[in-house]
């Protein structure tokens, strides 16, 4: 066994993403049932709502017929899965198989490429709203990534989460936090900070998250308080380094129209 069956069943769909079906991803992770591979699939979903990721968007249900040995058809259900949720899903499958070890091996590995490779293409960007879209994207994919691992450090309830979200702000934006900042801003209660950020914002914003993951799980940091104060501390240097550059404190940039209509703008192109 080796890391090119995961390889040898990517798929690429009308737009040039590539996919992986459920149905492919169970016979190579070695399970005989669907049903047993129903049930990680559906933890790997849960991970990903906790992550604030839309669960669609990466665990897109399918129907589909095949033909049984009389002849006739039978409607089964299958799930394209994105490169998130195949790592999602060999994350909480069966650790005693070998093949889910090499799994978890291939998918972080293509994650991580397919990072540097977004990195690249930010340097391509020329106008703006490129760049806000591709930030915002990154914001979403590297909060997952800090969820799991607050998770771990103790971070375990939706409000232990919020939180611990909060202690960041707070360490950001100079004590203030995501109440306070959408007051500063003006912005409504049902409108998300992130979504009205731009690109200098998420930049700051992208950074915090992504030191704070690594340093969670580079110190193995344990219990909420501690990842509560880490996120803060994190926040806070970077802040420091924002006004030994001369840069704007993030609660003074303006705010921006949501990133739902730049989104809406930009698909067809995007597509």
Same mark, same amino acid.
Request: aromatic share 6%; net charge positive; no cysteine.
């Given at each position: 066994m080796n890391q090119l069956i995961f390889e040898n069943i990517k798929q690429v $769909?009308? &737009?040039g993403n590539y996919f992986w079906s459920a149905r492919d991803l169970q016979k190579a992770l070695d399970y005989a049932e669907w049903r047993k591979f129903e049930n990680v699939i559906k933890k790997a979903q849960k991970s990903c709502f906790n992550s604030n990721q839309d669960v669609v968007d990466h665990f897109v249900h399918l129907a589909k017929k095949v033909e049984l040995g009389s002849g006739a058809k039978r409607e089964i259900e299958d799930y394209a899965l994105s490169r998130y949720a195949c790592y999602l899903i060999v994350q909480n499958a069966d650790p005693s198989k070998e093949i889910v #070890?090499?799994? =978890?091996?291939?998918f972080a590995v293509q994650t991580r490429k397919q990072e540097i490779l977004e990195q690249n293409k930010y340097l391509k960007f020329k106008s703006e709203e490129e760049k806000r879209l591709f930030l915002? $994207?990154?914001?979403?994919t590297h909060n997952k990534k800090l969820a799991e691992s607050?998770? !771990? #450090? /103790?971070?375990v309830s939706p409000r232990e989460y919020s939180i611990f979200q909060n202690h960041g702000y707070k360490g950001l934006y100079g004590g203030l936090g995501s109440k306070e900042i959408q007051a500063k801003k003006e912005l409504k209660k049902s409108q998300r900070i992130l979504d009205h950020m731009g690109t200098t914002e998420l930049a700051a914003n992208l950074f915090r998250a992504t030191q704070t993951e690594e340093k969670l799980r580079r110190e193995k940091i344990?219990? !909420?308080?501690? #990842? $509560?104060?880490?996120? &803060?501390?994190v +926040?806070? !240097? @970077?802040? =420091?380094? @924002?006004?030994?550059? /001369? +840069?704007?404190m993030p609660e003074n940039l303006p705010p921006t129209d949501? @990133?739902? !209509?730049v989104e809406n703008k930009n698909k067809p192109r995007l597509k």
């Open positions: $769909n009308e &737009f #070890a090499l799994g =978890q091996t291939y915002r $994207n990154e914001m979403r607050a998770k !771990k #450090a /103790g971070v344990k219990g !909420k308080d501690k #990842a $509560n104060k880490t996120h &803060f501390a +926040g806070k !240097k @970077i802040r =420091q380094t @924002i006004k030994e550059l /001369g +840069g704007t949501s @990133i739902k !209509k």
